[in-house]
Each structure stands twice: as C-alpha cells, then as structure tokens.
C-alpha cells in the first residue's frame, strides 16, 4: 500500500501557485522589490519548500520572525537576505553574523543592542529600522524617532538598508487609519533621514494604491491564496487542499446524537460519515456543528463536536456511490477555501493554516521543493 493510499489527512501545497502569486503580486509593483514572507513554517505550509520555490522564481528578501526561523532557512537560499522581524535579543549578535541574519531593529533598545554589538564587530552590521506608525505594537514610535534623529550617534555600526512600518487595517480600504499611517509613515522616515529604501505594504496594503507601495512589498499571507480583498473576488491562486479519508458511514434515524456531548440529535434520517482529522490536526473546535466539507460535489455540513482524531459529516445530501470507507472529503479546497473553512470557526485563514497539524501526508505540488 502507498503512502498516500493509507493516509487519513492529505495536505495539497501547490508551489507553482506561490510562485505564480508572488509574480502577479510583484506585477502590482513594478517600481518595487517583491519579497517574501515565510514565518511561522512558511503559514504552515513548510517554509524550506515555499522560500526555494520564492527565490527560484526571482524572489532575493525574505523575512520570518524569529532567529531560529532564519537559522533553520539559511542554508536552502544561498544569498538571499533573510530579515528576523522580532528583532535581537541580548547576547545573539553572532548568531545574526555567523548565519547572514538581518535583524528588524524595533525598538530603542534594540537599536543600541545592535549598535553596540557592530561597534565591537569592528565593521558596520546591517540591519531595518521599524518605525511604528500606528500598531502600538513594535517599532520606534515618533519620539524615539525624534531622538534618533536629533543623535545619529544612536545609529553608529548600523548600516540602515531597510525603513520599515506595519499596517494595522489594510483589509478595510475604507478605514481612515490607512490614509493615516500613511502620512505617518512618509513624515517619520523624512524626520529618520537615513538613506534606505522604505517597506510599508503586506499583503492587502498591496492592494491599497500606488502610494502605499514605496520600494519593497512584504506579501504573506496572499502568497498561500488567502484573499487580501476580503468582500471582493480573490486574485490570487487557490495554494491548498486539504482532504480526510472516511473511516466509517452509517446510518441514522431519530432520536439518535451524535459525538461527545450529543450537541447534534438527527431529527430524520440521514447519513453520517465520520473522518480521520480532529483538533489534534488543526481543525478548531469552533467548527462543531459550524463548519462543511466537500464530497461528490455538495457540500456537507459538520454535526456534533470536532473530537480529536474524528470528525463527523452528514452526508445525507451527498451522492450515496461518493460516500463510502477509503473516500475523502474535502475541507479546503476550490468549493471551500480556508477563508471560507476560517470564517465558519470564527476566525481568520492565517490561523487556519498556521494551525494545521502534523499528521497530513504533504503532497507538494511543482515548484522547487
Ligand atoms: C506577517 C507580516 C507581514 C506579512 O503579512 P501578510 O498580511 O501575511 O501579507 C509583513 N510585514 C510584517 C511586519 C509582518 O509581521
């Protein structure tokens, strides 16, 4: 028997779509590098396949979040610079250096980490400056802005090859914050003046105008198919499917339950069809009695509770010769995308796939894994 044959979950990543989504969002920009971001195991869907793939397709920036992230990308992008947004810590200079690691300087402190560090490596460090322009989150507010520009001392050692800021609602083009930070933005990396390029647009700033994209666009999530417009028709290519083998269907008739709890009672008859994912796979257990698959074409709805292994459909509705033991049903794919999988467990496709599991059979699909 295959592997794929004996699988109970198997995650599709179609890398040729990433590739061709980080073209079409590069193609927005054309004044502009193109990046790639590639944190949290490339959104979980495995960052050394996707980050090879971004840079055979031209693809020279990356960025991930933390050291280790960065340590572990290293040796599968020969040149390319890979950024670590969260920035240093005390005491791991030289894993920046000894791995090619450029840090994300987000705040006063970590300007004078990395300042001191360079001063004692003898030659000056590169690093990006990350201006906060309205996240509250990371980056040098206006004030520390003001300092650093009234002592360029602060900035001694650090070759600035990158000004950078993070928007907070650019999914809602109508949201004022936009134009906002924006003019934020321009004004504190005027007030900076150092020479660098500037980066101010991930995924759905794309998305925002012209004026938004200044010389470097940072797309994630848009590179996996999420949609950065949400409420309109997405642009870019679906990247994932996800499917559960059937393990058992059976009938049923009133009053019976099913699952733990016995949240769903059948009020007629009808068919449930029970598959091997569950919570320890990633499936939120907000999707008990909320969230569908797809099967023979028709989508079907997921009754009772998301246990952990198991999940239970009824597929009453389906054509009885599609639903059988060995046959998968779909809950990411063309007819139900993780946007869509996202909003019936009340939360966003980034979560959804940053939380997939570990049990899948991953079937890559091109590209340059
Ligand atoms: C995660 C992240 C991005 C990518 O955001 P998407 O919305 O996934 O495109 C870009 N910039 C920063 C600073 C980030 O943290």
């Known amino acids: 028997m295959t592997a794929h044959d004996r699988a109970t ?51 020279k920036t990356f960025f991930v979040a933390t050291i280790d992230e960065g340590i572990a990308l290293r040796p599968h992008l020969g040149a390319a610079r890979i950024f670590i947004l969260g920035g240093p810590l005390p005491g791991t200079g030289a894993d920046f250096t000894e791995h090619g690691l450029v840090p994300v300087l987000n705040s006063p402190d970590q300007v004078g980490l990395w300042s001191g560090f360079a001063r004692s490596h003898g030659t000056p460090l590169p690093a990006a400056l990350h201006l906060d322009t309205g996240m509250s989150r990371l980056g040098l507010d206006a004030h520390a802005v003001g300092l650093l520009a009234a002592d360029k001392r602060h900035l ?53 105008g012209s004026g938004y994209l200044f010389d470097l666009i940072r797309p994630g999530a848009a590179l996996y198919g999420l949609n950065p417009v949400p409420g309109q028709p997405n642009p870019l290519r679906p990247v994932v499917r996800l499917s559960g083998r059937i393990l058992q269907v059976r009938d049923v008739d009133t009053p019976q339950t099913v699952g733990y709890g016995a949240t769903h009672r059948f009020a007629s008859k009808g068919r449930v069809a029970t598959v091997a994912f569950g919570y320890a796979d990633g499936l939120f257990r907000s999707l008990g009695n909320r969230g569908f698959g797809v099967i023979g074409g028709v989508k079907v709805p ?68």
């Open 302 to 369: 997921v009754v009772g509770r998301i246990s952990m292994d198991l999940t239970t459909f009824d597929v009453s509705a389906a054509p009885a010769d599609a639903v059988h033991p060995g046959a998968m049903i779909e809950l990411i794919g063309p007819g139900h995308d993780a946007d869509q999988l996202a909003e019936e467990a009340g939360t966003i496709g980034y979560e959804v796939l940053t939380s997939l599991g570990r049990r899948y059979l991953r079937d890559y699909v091109g590209g340059a894994a």
């Open 9 to 59: 979950g198997i995650l599709t990543v179609d890398l040729d779509a990433i590739a061709a989504n980080w073209r079409f969002l590069a193609a927005r920009a054309p004044g502009a590098e193109a990046a790639g971001v590639v944190k949290a195991d490339g959104y979980g869907l495995g960052a050394i396949p996707v980050a090879k793939t971004l840079a055979a397709a031209g693809c």
């Open 156 to 208: 001694d050692g650090i070759d600035t090859v990158l000004v950078m800021s993070h928007m907070a609602c650019a999914d809602e083009p109508g949201h004022a914050k936009n134009a906002e930070q924006l003019t934020a933005f321009n004004t504190l990396s005027a007030q900076l003046a150092v020479n660098a390029p500037r980066s101010l647009a991930a995924s759905s700033t794309i998305f925002l």
